[in-house]
């Protein structure tokens, strides 16, 4: 049973490229977060994807940001013009439907901004 | 909001050992707790957790937690611990109800020396 996938593992962009992180949720989940870490940090909360529905993006910075979770395929979180400061680890983690509230998470993605 | 405080940044403990980790956090309502690990070079992995019901709450490898409502506190336990265990740990909260993202505290590195 394959746990949750995020690739590119890692990512290395120069300031103002566009940074794409992939996640695949595990098999038979349909909730999707998105969580970052910043050096000496804990986690913090992105956003809150279902398919093809944004239900929570409250830890979403306003600018650069944005995520989808299309009917197929994996969910997207894209950064524009990345500034130095979004260097960070960003994981995906999934859940079931209905009312488990655990989340599993991916290997996470490192982002390098140059 | 809710916050989550992990007092012990960095723990260094001999094997056999007994492990104790602090999490507090703050919120008034009723809150779901869960204690992740992290191994070097993986990803998150859930070790506990707590919803309802009893407050000792048995996890994997060994580790238990107790939910102390009149403390708001959920600390990570072990007997003895090994040099497997050498990892970084963070409590998270999720508040009941429909609100499903997960509040990290900053994390312990625990280093468990031979």
């Known amino acids: 049973n394959a746990g949750v996938m995020q690739n590119p593992r890692h990512l290395v962009r120069r300031r103002g490229q566009e940074a794409r992180l992939r996640c695949s949720p595990m098999?038979?989940?349909?909730?999707v977060y998105w969580y970052r870490q910043l050096p000496e940090e804990g986690l913090k909360f992105m956003v809150y994807l279902q398919k093809e529905n944004i239900i929570d993006e409250s830890g979403m910075p306003k600018e650069r940001f944005s995520a989808e979770f299309p009917k197929e395929g994996p969910s997207i979180l894209r950064i524009q013009q990345v500034v130095r400061g979004d260097s960070a680890a960003y994981f995906c983690?999934?859940?079931?439907?209905?009312?488990?509230?655990?989340?599993?998470f991916g290997p996470g993605t490192r982002l390098t901004v140059t | 909001a809710q916050s989550v405080s992990q007092h012990n940044h960095h723990v260094i403990l001999s094997e056999a050992a007994s492990l104790e980790l602090g999490c507090n956090y703050s919120?008034?309502?009723?809150?779901?707790l869960f204690w992740y690990v992290q191994y070097p070079g993986q990803h998150l992995q859930l070790l506990l957790k707590y919803f309802s019901g009893d407050p000792l709450v048995k996890g994997i490898k060994g580790f238990e937690a107790e939910f102390i409502k009149s403390k708001f506190s959920f600390n990570l336990r072990k007997p003895s611990v090994q040099w497997s265990d050498t990892a970084e740990y963070f409590c998270a909260v999720s508040v009941s109800g429909s609100a499903r993202q997960l509040t990290f505290g900053s994390g312990t590195q625990l280093t468990v020396l031979p």
């Open positions: 983690a999934s859940s079931p439907m209905g009312t488990s509230y655990e989340q599993y």
């Open positions: 919120y008034g309502g009723t809150v779901n």
């Open positions: 098999k038979g989940h349909s909730h």
